[in-house]
């Protein structure tokens, strides 16, 4: 089945540094992929619709300029939080579109814990 | 918005029968997702129903009314494995997937 990778599982930061995160389609092309936030129970929350070769297109709330997303290729998303403060930890998922297969045709990748100290 | 509603947290008994319920808005909804989650790590696929109806897929069935804006989640002869966080899931018309509120269900043996 379709596999998405992110990377990486865990970090901590400085507060004032800058994170990248990346997710990666494996074996299928995502044209769309999708990052979201999830606090500790609490469930998971869009941030932003990431798309090839155009601007991400970000949910209410979201600060575009802190949360930078890139999707240069058809297999590649970065999101990077910039200027990380200690309210920006927080577990983050991205997720990809694969168009063959609609019954789960959300692919999640296993996440990424960040800490900001 | 598109408010997706769930019981925050629910406790059964192993063995026991548990349904979860979730509540959407209609407008632009293309399907319905449920998840499962455990603590740090990805949500897990369990289904997926786009027409009216119950499916059932081993222990877990899930159940649409596409009419009512209203799915549940029903778990059968439930282990301790089960604990979890159950999500709700709904594909809208802009291709985008929107998490319900989210049940922790704890089970007890």
């Known amino acids: 089945g379709a596999v998405v990778s992110q990377h990486p599982s865990w970090v901590i930061c400085k507060s004032g540094t800058s994170v990248k995160i990346e997710c990666r389609s494996l074996?299928?092309?995502?044209?769309?992929m999708f990052w979201y936030r999830q606090f500790p129970k609490q469930s998971l929350m869009l941030m932003a619709t990431?798309?090839?070769?155009?601007?991400?297109?970000?949910e209410q709330g979201v600060e575009k300029d802190k949360f930078l997303i890139n999707h240069a290729s058809l297999t590649l998303s970065t999101l990077t939080v910039t200027s990380a403060h200690p309210e920006d930890s927080s577990f983050y998922i991205c997720?990809?579109?694969?168009?063959?297969?609609?019954?789960?045709?959300?692919?999640f990748g296993s996440g990424t814990r960040l800490t900001v100290v | 918005g598109q408010n997706i509603d769930q019981p925050t947290e629910m406790t059964a008994t192993e063995g026991a029968i548990v349904q979860i319920n979730c509540t959407y808005q209609t407008s632009g909804f293309n399907g319905l997702f449920w998840y499962q989650q455990h603590a740090g790590e990805a949500p897990t696929f369990l289904s997926y129903n786009v027409l009216d109806g119950l499916e059932e897929k081993g222990r877990f069935s899930s159940f649409l009314s596409r009419s009512k804006g209203y799915s549940y989640l029903l778990l059968k002869e439930l282990q301790m494995k089960d604990s979890a966080s159950y999500l709700c899931a709904v594909h809208y018309n802009t291709d985008k997937l929107i998490f319900g509120t989210g049940t922790r269900l704890q089970v007890f043996p």
């Open positions: 997720s990809a579109r694969d168009l063959d297969g609609i019954k789960d045709g959300y692919t």
């Open positions: 990431s798309n090839e070769g155009s601007k991400a297109t970000y």
């Open positions: 074996d299928f092309q995502a044209t769309t």
